[in-house]
C-alpha cells in the first residue's frame, strides 16, 4: 500500500458495473488497510458519481467500504459525527476485481441495509428486490445472489465479522480515527 500525507494512501476508485456491463456509479476512497477478506477504504467525503443517472451527489455520513476479496458482497459503514457506526449497506455482487485504479465489481441488484436497534445489534433489511427480478435473469447468477443472501444473513444473526457493532466500531478506530480522517460532519 502506498501511504501519503497522514498515513493515508492515495486516492483510488471503486466503481459499480450493472449485469450488461455498463457503469452504474464510483466511488472516490482512501486504501486505508486490510482484513481477512475485506480490502478497506475510508470515504470521509462520500461522493457518488452515478453514471446511470448522470448525476454526482453526496451521502449524509462518511463512511468505511470493505471490499471482499473473496466475498460477493461490499459493504459500506456509515459513521455519525461521533465516530459510531450507524448502520451498514450490502452490495451483494460478483467477487470484486482489483484494477490500476482501484477495485470494480457487477452488481446483482440485491442489497441488505443493517439497521442499528436499541440493544446495538444490527437488524437487516433486504432492498431492490424488484430490481433483481427485473434485471436478473441467469440462472448461475440467481443461484449465486439467493447463496449470497442467505450465507451473508447467518452471518449477520451469527454476528460474524463484520457484521457487528463492537467488530465495526473497532474497524472506525483503527482505520478511521487513526489514519487522521474527520466525520463529514466535522470537516
Known sequence: MSVGKNNISELQILSCKSIDGKKK???PAYL???RENYVIYARPDPIIIHHKKNKKFSLAHSELVLVGKNEYHVVSVAIDKSYNP???YI???LIPEKNPIGYQWVD?????KLMLNHDRKFVPVLLDVDEYEENISDEEHKQVCEAEITKTMENIFSEMFPFCYQQAKQLIEKFFIEKKFKTKAMQ
Open 32 to 34: 486505508v488497510g486490510d
Open 91 to 93: 452490495n451483494i455482487n
Open 86 to 88: 450507524v448502520e451498514m
Open 25 to 27: 456509479y464510483d466511488l
Open 108 to 112: 446483482l441488484e440485491l442489497d441488505i
